[in-house]
């Protein structure tokens, strides 16, 4: 189910009464988990047995893993872990990519080729839910964390509700030890989760579904060129909606999570006021990008071979992150233009390591990095290349002559809100955002609810998925 | 000082930021993430909250009560959905009623059930043809009711679906979602008039009289027209009957389409045509499927008047378009220009009858129904 959705409000509701209940610290726990798995099988069903098979297979090899002698026996096991978990994303996620892609290749030999007709439903979250206990096997392999002392802690680690579909990514090391002992959320603990549930789900029910996605739909969906003026601002709402999109996702999860009394991780950090791609990587989806950094870079060689090893890692890095998003060469292209980005940044910073921005150039360097990530998202947002150029051609006034797309509303909230998220990212961009709301007057503060909480209720969301929910 | 949920490290706090994310911890086991929570009075910042949310909401609902809404069903995918499995779930047997919005505000399904002793199905979909449910229930082996297909020229041969994505909806729409629609229809749409797409908040600011961009034509989108019961029985809303100016709105939101250019897909006479013979191809064949199985099929052109009548003579004339589909299907029809029970309703926007009027048409209506499926039923035929 989705977070925007009255069955959540529901089940939620009476997850949070059960948990209260005085019930011992295991039955809540076990409580968690059913609730978990219901909370998955309300979308389909039959996909919770991909769940339990991942589930059971990493515990599994893990527990092998800890009790084998010899280095090769730890490696099987852990690249068991690895190869079931790829594998069932790859037939998922990638199966019908992968045909195509061969039928292409055998095509430009002149060979006719009509793959079996391939007609699977990619079960949602799978990408999260794999990348979580690939981090448990990982981590216990790395020597970086010991097993679950149950399985029961394992099984609520991976499936834990708030960050099962679309994370937060969870390590191992964050959450099981937080299930090993009983946890209470005070009434304090409540009161700011559900604030930040409100602030979670006006960020995803107001500002992406109500006002950026129909802007961005307009360009991007539509048969027409855009102009110079609504290619930039269709991608500028896109910019807006997805970051109103996932990190209210993210502000929802760990609301919902606090109200429980477990925390979760920060998955933003004000992205948008990141001055270069570096930065930018350690504001945007910080669970996924760090997944990313430790298991696949680090493994690669990281640093620490050179400069051409680094680019190298850095590029392949970048390249299967653009993958994970989607089975779409338009993915592996935003991808590699990040990697691009990064290697540019890596040069200039040695080539200019004196150089030492004052705050205007800081400020040039932040809406210069915003307008480079721009241009990444009409990638990722476009549904093929076709598209994707038409919008870049309009953005560098390329499409003369394009009729008009936006009508004055939606250039006015597009521009609005953007320039509020932008402005907003650059003024928190050193701060938390318990730093900010310490500093609100309680009036205030009540007000700011009250509002928020009354358009996500007049906006009459249709329940619209969050749009890393495909990823 | 705030409280955490887990112990602070201090001691590594990176300039600037006052708590580690993992971007900040390369390689390493992550610990646990601490929260903070602000030290504020929650607790009357919540009661402050939640006081001021009420007055904004009973603000906003008594709004939408003088404007003259009453808490209705919501027309939803969801609610087409619960219709559609009837049909899998025991009543495929019965009359169903397909079609776009003429067959939906027009057929009244008590007045229906009072004359011919059964409650059809109600399947027809707003601004949307209905091949897309004919084919559907062509496949369907669970229908073996009666079928009357509801004919609105323009949306009908043009292929046009405002709602084209419902049935497949239906087919893939999880526990979730029929839970979200049951609790929508048990607590909120009896109780509230402002539960309506219609009144959301971003269809509301778009329709506002903003400045027209230079090289773009104001597009009035089509306002709310209906009340739903829970089973999709749908009248005309009283404002276009009490309210001649919103009536006009109907009208010129109409008129725009009859005065603008036609679409890209349709905007040479050849391209037309061939649109028109696609749908009716279509819709022969998934006659054929239903005839096979003994399913009986009886079309229905609705009334409608004023320009929209004159739009439709104009564009989609009956001999080259409504004639051109009985006698390719072989199905029979009820055409109102042949009928004068038929005829002479009040259609306060030209296309949909009233609700009284709807009853009214319904009363003539279903003998005539009953009679050509009776029809169909003759040996021989």
């Known amino acids: ?179 090993a002992e009983e946890r209470k959320a005070n009434a304090g603990m409540v009161r ?21 996605g129909p802007a961005a739909e307009k360009v991007y969906d539509g048969a027409a060129a855009p102009g110079m003026l609504d290619a930039w601002m269709g991608t500028l709402a896109f910019s807006g909606q997805i970051f109103s999109d996932f990190a209210g996702y993210s502000t929802t999860a760990i609301g919902a999570a606090l109200c429980l009394g477990f925390a979760m991780p920060d998955n933003f950090r004000f992205p948008y006021a990141a001055v270069g791609f570096s930065d930018f990587w350690r504001r945007w989806h910080i669970t996924l990008s760090t997944w990313l950094r430790d298991y696949l870079y680090i493994p690669l060689g990281g640093n620490r071979h050179g400069p051409a090893r680094t680019y190298m890692a850095l590029m392949l890095t970048m390249l299967l992150g653009g993958l994970w998003h989607g089975a779409s060469w338009t993915f592996v292209v935003w991808g590699g233009l990040h990697g691009l980005y990064l290697a540019a940044e890596r040069m200039l910073r040695s080539r200019f ?20 990530i721009n241009v990444t998202w009409v990638f990722f947002r476009a549904d093929g290349f076709g598209k994707a150029w038409t919008v870049l051609s309009g953005m560098f006034g390329a499409n003369a002559g394009a009729k008009p797309i936006l009508d004055t509303y939606h250039l006015l909230a597009v521009g609005t809100i953007v320039g509020l998220i932008v402005a907003t990212h650059w003024r928190m961009r050193a701060q938390t955002l318990e730093m900010a709301v310490a500093k609100v007057p309680p009036a205030l503060l009540s007000a700011a609810l009250a509002v928020m909480a009354f358009a996500v209720i007049i906006a009459q969301g249709d329940g619209s998925a969050f749009i890393y929910f495909q990823f | 000082m705030p409280s955490s949920t887990s112990n602070s490290e201090n001691s590594q706090v990176r300039p600037g930021f006052v708590r580690l994310t993992a971007s900040d911890r390369p390689g390493v086991a992550q610990p646990v993430p601490e929260r903070d929570i602000p030290a504020m009075p929650w607790g009357p910042i919540w ?86 449910v004919l084919e559907d229930l062509a496949a369907d082996p669970d229908f073996t009711g009666r079928l009357l297909v509801g004919i609105a020229p323009d949306v009908f041969f043009t292929g046009f679906r ?118 009716i191809e279509k819709t022969a064949k998934a006659v054929a499927a239903l005839n096979a199985r003994g399913v009986e099929v009886v079309f229905l052109r609705a009334p409608s008047n004023g320009g929209y009548y004159a739009f439709e003579q104009k564009v989609f004339p009956r001999e080259t378009t409504w004639d051109a589909l009985l006698r390719r299907t072989g199905a029979p029809g009820i055409h109102f220009e042949d009928y004068p029970e038929l005829q002479g309703y009040a259609l306060p926007e030209w296309s949909h009858l009233s609700a009284s009027e709807a009853d009214r048409f319904t009363a003539a209506l279903a003998p005539l129904a009953e009679q050509e499926f009776n029809r169909l039923n003759t040996p021989g035929n």
């Not at chain 1, 925007?4 to 209940?21: D, E, G, K, P, Y």
């Not at chain 2, 049951?182 to 903003?210: K, N």
């Open chain 2, 47 to 132: 009661l402050g909250a939640l006081a001021l949310l009420l007055v904004l909401f009973i603000g906003w609902e008594w709004h939408w009560r003088a404007f003259g809404a009453e808490p209705t069903y919501r027309n939803s995918d969801g609610q087409w959905a619960q219709q559609r499995r009837r049909i899998d779930h025991g009543e495929g047997g019965k009359t169903v009623l397909i079609g776009s919005s003429r067959v939906l505000f027009d057929v009244q399904l008590p007045v229906w059930e009072k004359a011919l002793g059964e409650r059809p199905i109600q399947l027809a979909l707003e601004g949307t043809s209905p091949l897309p």
């Open chain 1, 353 to 372: 390591s004196a150089y030492t921005p004052g705050p205007l150039a800081l400020f040039g360097f932040a809406l210069l990095t915003y307008a480079l």
């Open chain 2, 162 to 279: 405002y709602r084209g994505k419902v049935v497949d909806y239906t087919r893939k729409q999880g526990p979730s979602q029929r839970t979200g629609t049951w609790i929508s229809q048990t607590l909120l749409e009896p109780y509230f008039a402002f539960y309506e797409s219609d009144f959301a908040l971003g269809t509301v600011l778009e329709r506002q009289a903003w400045p027209l961009r230079p090289g773009m034509t104001r597009d009035l989108h089509v306002r709310r027209l209906s009340v739903s019961a829970l089973d999709r029985n749908t009248r005309m809303w009283s404002k276009l009957v009490d309210d001649p100016a919103y009536a006009k709105l109907a009208q010129d939101t109409w008129a725009e389409r009859f005065n603008g250019p036609p679409p890209p897909f349709i905007d040479t006479p050849e391209k037309l045509r061939k649109v028109i013979d696609e749908q």
């Open chain 1, 192 to 212: 700011f989760g559900l604030a930040l549930m409100t602030l979670g789900l006006f960020q995803k029910v107001v500002l992406a579904d109500t006002f950026l």
């Open chain 1, 1 to 179: 189910m989705v977070f925007n959705s009255l069955t959540f409000m529901v089940f939620f509701a009476l997850v949070l009464i059960l948990h209260a209940m005085p019930f011992s610290w295991k039955t809540k726990k076990v409580n968690l988990l059913l609730a978990s798995y219901l909370f998955y099988a309300a979308w389909n069903p039959p996909f919770i047995v991909l769940l339990w098979i991942s589930t059971v297979v990493d515990w599994y090899a893990a527990q092998k893993l800890v009790h084998a002698q010899k280095q090769s026996a730890r490696r099987f096991w852990m690249l068991l872990s690895v190869v079931v978990n790829l594998g069932m994303l790859a037939y998922f996620k990638y199966g019908t990519f992968m045909l195509e892609n061969f039928q292409l290749l055998m095509a430009g030999f002149g060979i006719e080729y009509t793959p079996p007709a391939w007609d699977i439903i990619l079960p949602v979250g799978i990408s999260f839910y794999t990348f979580a206990t690939l981090s448990y096997t990982l981590d216990i392999y790395l020597k970086r964390a010991e097993p679950a002392r149950n399985f029961l802690d394992y099984a609520l680690f991976v499936t834990f509700f708030p960050h099962l579909v679309a994370g937060p990514i969870m390590r191992p090391t964050e959450l099981v030890p937080q299930f």
